[in-house]
T-cell receptor, first 117, second 109 residues
Framework: GAVVSQHPSRVICKSGTSVKIECRSL??????MFWYRQFPKQSLMLMAT?????????EQGVEKDKFLINHASLTLSTLTVTSAHPEDSSFYIC?????????????FGNGTRLTVT | RKEVEQDPGPFNVPEGATVAFNCTYS??????FFWYRQDCRKEPKLLMS???SGNEDGRFTAQLNRASQYISLLIRDSKLSDSATYLC??????????FGKGTRLHILP
């Protein structure tokens, strides 16, 4: 099946620093990738849709200057949390869809647990 | 009305029992439906797509009721390893993907 690889799986950083998270589609090309955030015992929240070769589309309330998304190739999207603060501590998950059809399911990366101290 | 609604549970079910839960959706134009399971502190994993005619995969049966706008998941002969949160996912025609908040299932030994 389709595999989405996400790195790192866990990161601890100091307040004010930036953290980059990578999401790769290993055996398929992903024109679109999705970035989600999940706080403890909460549901997945879509942050942004990453489009290869163009700007990401951010959901309402998500700061595009804080959460920088780059989708430079068909197999790689990155999310950079800039000037991280403790409230940014969360579980960040990327996902991609194989194919264009709306009935194609999402496949998720294994997530990145970010802790900002 | 919320776009996708699920009973958060938890459902505490003895091992071997059958359990079912529903998910309702508000957009009648929704086109595709999925069930995912998410284990604690892990990413969601696709359990099964839900087809119009209903579909079965081993102990799991998914059904779609378009008239009443809900999908269901039935788990037979439940195992301890079925303990997880089950997420309902709805994809509407303009490609908006909506996740339910999930239903927590605890299988009791």
């Amino acid at each position: 099946g389709a595999v989405v690889s996400q790195h790192p799986s866990r990161v601890i950083c100091k307040s004010g620093t930036s953290v980059k998270i990578e999401c790769r589609s290993l055996d398929f090309q992903a024109t679109t990738m999705f970035w989600y955030r999940q706080f403890p015992k909460q549901s997945l929240m879509l942050m942004a849709t990453s489009n290869e070769g163009s700007k990401a589309t951010y959901e309402q309330g998500v700061e595009k200057d804080k959460f920088l998304i780059n989708h430079a190739s068909l197999t790689l999207s990155t999310l950079t949390v800039t000037s991280a603060h403790p409230e940014d501590s969360s579980f960040y998950i990327c996902s991609a869809r194989v194919g264009w059809a709306y009935n194609s399911p999402l496949h998720f990366g294994n997530g990145t647990r970010l802790t900002v101290t | 009305r919320k776009e996708v609604e699920q009973d958060p549970g938890p459902f505490n079910v003895p091992e071997g029992a059958t359990v079912a839960f529903n998910c309702t959706y508000s957009n009648s134009a929704s086109q595709s439906f999925f069930w995912y399971r998410q284990d604690c502190r892990k990413e969601p994993k696709l359990l099964m797509s839900v087809y119009s005619s209903g579909n079965e995969d081993g102990r799991f049966t998914a059904q779609l009721n378009r008239a009443s706008q809900y999908i269901s998941l039935l788990i037979r002969d439940s195992k301890l390893s079925d303990s997880a949160t089950y997420l309902c996912v709805v994809n509407d025609r303009d490609d908006k993907i909506i996740f339910g908040k999930g239903t927590r299932l605890h299988i009791l030994p």
